[in-house]
């Protein structure tokens, strides 16, 4: 939650020269490091857009013309922090390396920003069903990779055999970790440890 | 959120009789009545507490006394919802029990207001950290309950033993199961299949 982050200065009011039709690469790192600070400091809940375009120094038109809802920009604001966050567990081990990786992932939501920003990712998709498409065919794919690459190194070293039970484990592990992140349950770290178990117990009978 | 709601008329002010510390069962029922109406008919972004008072011809201290919040009163909605729906298959097969509960589960949320009135509860608790307090340790576990039944009955038929797995097993179906409804996929039903597979024949080498 917000009130655990730690809090950040605020940004100077910046002025900003006109733009074009293309994204200006500063404009939208001003925009996004803005959106961060309100979310690192304050939560969701002060997160309007009033408050990002003071923050940022920008304006309405310039922010919704390069993301087409808050969802979308918030979307921008929690890919471009997950970039910093890289786990390639490779024990090895199956189990390990799943334990491994949701065990740093629930402690980066946690410990920065990334899960409020995520919950609020969620929030927003709720209200355009049309962000929820693109949520479901883009984000939660790409959100997924670190989890299918594991899988991957399991089935190429013969650990588990390839197939849709693989799609099944994915979505239950990612599933199972938003449910956590959105009831504020991130503390309770051995609850990924036996759901771990128990997918890869299931996909080594498989 | 409220500001991209369509606009709606202003409730004309009814004159209310004075009610006492006790909830009234007519008006708490009119106003849940209210309530299902506007999700079912224009959902959750027309959800505001002007159209509740007008449509329930009630008045905003009313509600507010009975509920904190939208979010309380939107688990109510759903709970009240919640008791006309009632799976107990019981085919002496705990993977056919999960896949009968969780594919009537998913067609009612989706043929229904109750799918998107969990939506707009999972929306408005996240924007109280009381609620989402409540939600865990009091709604979850309420709906997670058939489940746990049906888990209860292949333990005592002997088909799995009983241990801290099959919470796991609770929780990620439940976990998979949100997660396709708030990215709008109620309708690949065989993820069902495929999800309850895997933590079956997890849960029988156990």
């Known amino acids: 939650m917000s009130d655990t982050a730690k809090p950040i200065k605020s940004a100077k009011p910046r002025s900003r020269s006109s733009i074009g039709a293309v994204r200006s690469p500063q404009s939208t790192e001003a925009i996004l490091d803005a959106a961060t600070a309100i979310l690192s ?3 969701y809940k002060a997160f309007t857009m009033d408050a990002l375009v003071e923050r940022a120094g920008s304006s ?9 809802s808050k969802g979308a920009l918030l ?9 910093t966050f890289v786990t390639s567990p490779d024990t090895g081990d199956l189990e390990q390396d799943l334990i491994d990786h949701l065990r740093s992932l629930w402690v ?18 709720q209200l355009d069903i049309e962000a929820i498409e693109e949520f479901r065919t883009a984000f939660l794919p790409r959100r997924e990779r670190t ?4 899988f991957a190194r399991a089935v190429s ?8 039970a693989i799609d099944a484990a994915v979505t239950m592990l990612t599933g199972t970790s938003w449910l956590h992140l959105v009831t504020a349950n991130l503390d309770n770290l051995e609850d990924i440890d036996r759901s771990v178990a128990l997918v890869v117990r299931g996909l080594r009978v498989g």
């Open 41 to 43: 400091e304050k939560g």
């Open 75 to 83: 979307r921008d604001v929690y890919e471009r922090a997950a970039v």
């Open 157 to 164: 070293r013969g650990e588990i055999i390839d197939g849709p």
């Open 147 to 150: 989890l299918r690459k594991i």
């Open 60 to 68: 309405k038109p310039t922010i919704y013309r390069w993301w087409r």
């Open 108 to 125: 980066w939501w946690r410990s920065s920003s990334a899960g409020e920003t995520l919950r609020s990712v969620f929030i927003e998709i």
